[in-house]
């Protein structure tokens, strides 16, 4: 039996206000801003969708060779996270941790001469994982498939006090038609 307490939504966001832009590959879907997002959390609390999942479309210029973003704990998915907790704080709150949307280059791990850097990337993904769990998130979900990382990361948690926080490790993605769209909406 699948109901709407089974179901994660996500949304998908985007810097500015009363905005709502189309997800060219994903009809009917939309990049929101916060505080379209925090009105489609309250139609999660409605519906009983139990959780949210957060992806957030970087405007261009934040995006560096490092993700730098990903650590400003004013960022666009930090914003949300409080909006939506000051609002409606029954509704669960997903994070995606990876730096795809906050690298200029697009990769989640940290590239040196045409190799990804994987412990220099796991440190920062620990990083990225507590200014969102500082903002309110209730779930990480690394999504970099970098090696270590759910381990670092549940340590850096714990030792930060946040023991309920938990994770959701993507335990592998595909190029697909279900996993293509996200990339597009994230940019």
Do not use: H, W
């Given at each position: 039996v699948l109901t709407a307490d089974d179901l994660i939504w996500p949304l998908f966001l985007t810097d500015g206000k009363n905005a709502?832009?189309?997800?060219?590959?994903?009809?009917?879907?939309?990049r929101l801003s916060v505080d379209e997002a925090v009105r489609d959390a309250q139609r999660a609390a409605?519906?009983?969708?139990?959780?949210?999942?957060?992806?957030?479309?970087?405007?261009?210029?934040?995006?560096?060779?490092?993700?730098?973003?990903?650590?400003?704990?004013?960022?666009?998915?930090?914003?949300?996270?409080r909006a939506i907790k000051k609002e409606v704080p029954e509704v669960g709150i997903l994070c995606d941790v990876a730096l795809d949307p906050f690298t200029s280059h697009g990769h989640d791990g940290l590239p040196r001469d045409g190799v990804i850097l994987n412990d220099e990337t796991?440190?920062?993904?620990?990083?990225?994982?507590?200014?969102?769990a500082e903002a309110g998130c209730d779930i990480i979900a690394p999504s970099d498939m970098m090696d270590g990382r759910v381990g670092a990361i549940r340590q850096a948690l714990d030792q930060a006090g946040?023991?309920?926080?938990?994770?959701?490790?993507?335990?592998?993605?595909?190029?697909?038609?279900?996993?293509?769209?996200?990339?597009?909406?994230?940019?």
């Open positions: 709502r832009i189309p997800v060219a590959s994903m009809p009917g879907v939309e409605e519906l009983s969708i139990p959780c949210i999942a957060l992806f957030p479309y970087t405007d261009p210029m934040l995006r560096d060779e490092i993700g730098s973003e990903a650590l400003n704990s004013d960022n666009l998915v930090c914003r949300a996270i796991v440190a920062v993904l620990v990083k990225q994982a507590l200014v969102q946040y023991t309920d926080v938990s994770i959701m490790a993507y335990a592998a993605k595909y190029a697909s038609a279900f996993y293509g769209p996200f990339r597009d909406a994230v940019g």
